[in-house]
T-cell receptor
Framework: ELKVEQNPLFLSMQEGKNYTIYCNYSTTSDRLYWYRQDPGKSLESLFVLLSNGAVKQEGRLMASLDTKARLSTLHITAAVHDLSATYFCAGKGETSGSRLTFGEGTQLTVNP | NAGVTQTPKFQVLKTGQSMTLQCAQD?????MSWYRQDPGMGLRLIHY???????DQGEVPNGYNVSRSTTEDFPLRLLSAAPSQTSVYFC?????????????FGEGSRLTVL
């Protein structure tokens, strides 16, 4: 059974700084997803990573996938307050159909 | 575009009451699912369906029933509400197939059981 762990769970940053959120998963996962959730809101898809070495970037966020290390990272460059949210990674096991297993989430606060 | 629509958005129940959370999608997605979100626990899968007439249990199915009579609708029934079912519930859907799986979420239903 696929297990997904994120760290850190809480992250407080200053604007302009860089940081990385880590997502480790326990068994083979053929793809990895990153979602964003604003307080009291639904989840919004950020990235879908389909293969080893995949890298995707949108604005100040960049996600990568290393299937051999069973690790995905979400890198934040020059953080701004608008990035404050909770970020979830989710994996899909090779035999799990469309079912996703979510990490606990990383609550990011960007302070002025 | 409506996407995934959940109702109600808020509900308060007394212990032992039953209710149904509604979920509808207009994207012709075959896969639909229900998650619950609790602080510090991420999202946990309750039930899912890969198509009309097919449902299966997820990680935390006890106390919940589902049915899938049409492609569009996937209601979640609480049979006899308990305080442990106080949570935020999300319905999500996706296409099936090898290059899909990306979930589209509804706005959530916040349930309090007293």
């Amino acid at each position: 059974e696929l297990k997904v762990e994120q760290n850190p769970l809480f992250l407080s940053m200053q604007e302009g700084k860089n940081y990385t959120i880590y997502c480790n998963y326990s068994t083979t996962s053929d793809r990895l997803y990153w979602y964003r959730q604003d307080p009291g809101k639904s989840l919004e898809s950020l990235f879908v990573l389909l293969s080893n070495g995949a890298v995707k970037q949108e604005g100040r966020l960049m996600a990568s996938l290393d299937t051999k290390a069973r690790l995905s990272t979400l890198h934040i460059t020059a953080a701004v307050h608008d990035l404050s949210a909770t970020y979830f990674c989710a994996g899909k096991g090779e035999t799990s159909g469309s079912r996703l297993t979510f990490g606990e989430g990383t609550q990011l606060t960007v302070n002025p | 575009n409506a996407g995934v629509t959940q109702t109600p958005k808020f509900q308060v129940l007394k212990t032992g009451q039953s209710m149904t959370l509604q979920c509808a999608q207009d994207m012709n997605h075959e896969y639909m699912s229900w998650y619950r979100q609790d602080p510090g626990m991420g999202l946990r899968l309750i039930h899912y369906s890969v198509g009309a007439g097919i449902t299966d249990q997820g990680e935390v199915p006890n106390g919940y029933n589902v049915s899938r009579s049409t492609t569009e609708d996937f209601p979640l029934r609480l049979l006899s509400a308990a305080p442990s079912q106080t949570s935020v519930y999300f319905c999500a859907s996706s296409l099936r197939g090898p290059l899909t799986g990306e979930l589209f979420f509804g706005e959530g239903s916040r349930l309090t059981v007293l």
